[in-house]
């Protein structure tokens, strides 16, 4: 097979490459299948009908709607504020935060490895390139000349093939990383924004209107869901 050829041709540390070339693969596809098919959601559309609902305060209606979303972050951050509306802004607030510390470091899970990995897959391509070069001086010092134009083609061989493999982990890396740092950013935005629209419509309706406080909301099914959220 061509591959396999290609990475004996590349020596130990072309198969090292490849090596973290598949574990950034398989993180690659892990993150993508998280942040973009699993988190997929409609926030814009949710957060209209919670808005509605609010207004009417048919909160046990609102957190049936949130129950049937339990791993959408923010949806997560939605619940927490819906559950604790008897509190004041100061109060809702906290809770907003303390959903935050939860849900942002789930959407920046194992992201940061495709920076490193990108980075040490450079690194060892260039090691591989000064091993080439010092097998082809070695070459060119002490072989045979019968043998010194194999040594040298084949050390010119490690030198070349191990950039190039650093360089197809390298690249695809960072630009993985640059794409899920993204969508993981919107997500944090949504999540943020989302919860203090939620806020703000809880504490609009309570202080501009004339009617009493909002009533701490009885416990809605599916509320385990949230703490066996997963990444």
């Known amino acids: ?8 041709e590349a020596g130990a540390v072309g198969w090292f490459i490849a090596f973290i070339g598949l574990g950034t693969l ?6 993508y299948y998280h942040l973009y098919i699993k988190l997929r959601f409609e926030g814009k559309a949710f957060l209209s009908k919670i808005g509605v ?39 809702l607030q906290q809770i907003q935060d303390i959903v935050l510390t939860e849900q942002l ?6 992201i940061g490895y495709l920076s490193m990995l990108a980075n040490v897959a450079t690194l060892l391509g260039l090691l591989g390139t000064i091993h080439g070069l010092i097998l082809s001086f070695q070459a060119v010092a002490a072989a045979d000349a019968a043998l010194k134009q194999t040594l040298l083609a084949q050390g010119i061989s490690v030198s070349m093939y191990t950039t190039a493999l650093g360089l197809v982990v390298a690249i695809p890396g960072m630009m993985a990383f640059s794409f899920l740092t993204t969508r993981q ?10 919860t203090s629209k939620v806020i703000e419509k809880i504490s609009s309706t309570i202080f501009t209107q004339n009617t009493p406080r909002f009533k701490k909301p009885e416990a809605m099914p599916m509320a385990s869901g949230f703490n066996n959220h997963t990444n």
């Open 1 to 8: 097979m061509q591959i396999i050829h290609f990475l004996n």
């Open 26 to 31: 398989g993180i690659i596809g892990e993150r």
């Open 53 to 91: 609902l609010v207004e009417q305060r048919k909160i046990d209606e609102a957190l049936l709607i949130c129950s049937q979303h339990p791993d959408i972050p923010l949806v997560v951050g939605v619940q927490r504020v819906l559950e604790n509306c008897d509190k004041d802004l100061q109060g």
């Open 105 to 110: 470091p789930r959407l920046a899970a194992r």
């Open 185 to 194: 950013n919107s997500l944090t935005e949504e999540t943020i924004e989302g």
